[in-house]
């Protein structure tokens, strides 16, 4: 027997979202069943309901940023009991024995890991479908607890937004006494500033745009640098230990390059795909700088960072939607028109 669940779904890559009956399998013993009630809006969604990365299979249902209320439990499951909330992010499986998956670094599971969606389980070999819909089934090793007290909407794009922007943050050592720049001020970007913030480093915001100096400021920005002044640029040159560049598209990262201090690292979290134009070595060579990329982050990771954004009152900007108004919100993404996530009402669904 499966549950009956309604959802969004694309069915191609040129068609909107739109109403979608499935099954969502029983829970097996240690799986989780979930009620979702927020799910935030990344671009990856977007991204891959419309077939940007080529890997999509269709019907894809969306929503990787998943907050709910447990429902049920399967007979093994420890850690969740009806009525606690739970977190969903990007991955709920992987082969759990390879060297990255025994190092809590699930996201680089050498077999690959289980994404949300538009994968297929591990074990019944059925798809996998997001959190635009009524209720999620995972194994509760890969579910995430929401800390007592925590505002559930703006909690749910920490799940992606959030862990995604923590995990290069720590990986770097980003502390007291860092200074940490980043580029693209949307969904990642804007956790990018506040996590930079709280952890106590010196933050900068490179912009295209004057008009975010207040909002950047506001994020946890101490510094805002305007990408298209050379003057500005130049003012700092061999400034930062880490660039977290969000940006979706490609995009010239030259003019970052000597502004990384001596080993400064530019991380890549936003682009999947090549860069353009080609990337002069030199500034890397004459400085030991680096360019990187990271994923997501793990389980064990990812719980960390929502104890810590608790623990520091620190939540993303959303702007909440329903579940209908989705074709709309991806193109007021597509123009950079949200401050800084949206994320579905889910009781919307059954409205
Ligand atoms: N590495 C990962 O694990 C991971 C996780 C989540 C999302 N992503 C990817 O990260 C990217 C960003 O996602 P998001 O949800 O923050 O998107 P978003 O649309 O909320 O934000 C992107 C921002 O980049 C800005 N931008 C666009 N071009 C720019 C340029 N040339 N210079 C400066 N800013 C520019 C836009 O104005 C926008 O504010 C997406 O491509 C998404 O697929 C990667
Ligand atoms: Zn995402």
Same mark, same amino acid.
């Given at each position: ?61 969306? &929503? #990787? ?6 429902? =049920?439990? *399967?007979?093994? $499951? @420890?850690? +969740? ?107 990642? &970007? #804007? ?6 913030? =709280?952890? *106590?480093?010196? $933050? @900068?915001? +490179? ?145």
């Amino acid at each position: 027997m499966t549950m009956k669940v309604l959802g969004y779904a694309a069915q191609s890559a040129q068609t909107p979202l739109a109403p979608f009956q499935f099954a969502r399998r029983d829970p097996r013993p240690d799986d989780v069943v979930i009620e979702v009630l927020y799910c935030g809006v990344c671009h990856s969604d977007l991204h891959q309901a419309r077939n940007d990365w080529g890997i999509s299979q269709y019907p894809l249902i969306p &929503g #990787h940023e998943v907050i709910g209320r447990v429902t =049920a439990v *399967g007979d093994n $499951v @420890t850690k +969740f009991k009806p009525g606690d909330y739970a977190g969903v992010g990007c991955i709920v499986d992987s082969c759990r024995e390879c060297q990255p998956c025994r190092r809590g670094l699930e996201q680089y599971c050498e077999e690959g890991p289980v994404q949300t969606y538009n994968d297929t389980d591990r074990h019944d070999h059925m798809p996998t479908y997001g959190g635009y819909s009524q209720s999620i089934v995972s194994s509760e090793d890969f579910v995430l607890k929401v800390p007592a007290g925590m505002d559930l909407k703006g909690a749910a794009p920490l799940l992606c937004a959030g862990i995604t922007t923590w995990s290069p943050l720590r990986h770097w050592q980003v502390g007291k006494g860092s200074k940490v720049a980043v580029v693209g001020l949307g969904g990642l &970007g #804007h956790m990018a500033l506040k996590l930079a913030a =709280a952890l *106590g480093a010196e $933050v @900068t915001l +490179f912009t295209r745009s004057p008009d975010k100096e207040a909002d950047a400021r506001r994020l946890g920005a101490h510094h805002i640098v305007l990408s298209t002044d050379d003057e500005q640029l130049a003012s700092v040159t061999g400034q930062f230990d880490l660039i977290i560049d969000t940006v979706p598209y490609e995009h010239d990262i030259n003019p970052y390059m000597p502004t990384l201090t001596l080993d400064g690292t530019l991380v890549f979290v936003g682009l999947l795909g090549n860069i353009n134009p080609m990337l002069n070595t030199v500034s890397m060579i004459m400085g030991r700088r680096s360019v990187a990329g990271s994923a997501i982050g793990g389980i064990a990771e990812t719980q960390e960072m929502l104890d810590f954004c608790a623990e520091h009152g620190i939540a993303a900007d959303v702007e909440m939607i329903k579940m209908q108004e989705i074709n709309q919100a991806y193109e007021r993404m597509l123009k950079s028109d949200v401050k800084y996530r949206f994320v579905i009402d889910m009781v919307s669904l059954q409205a």
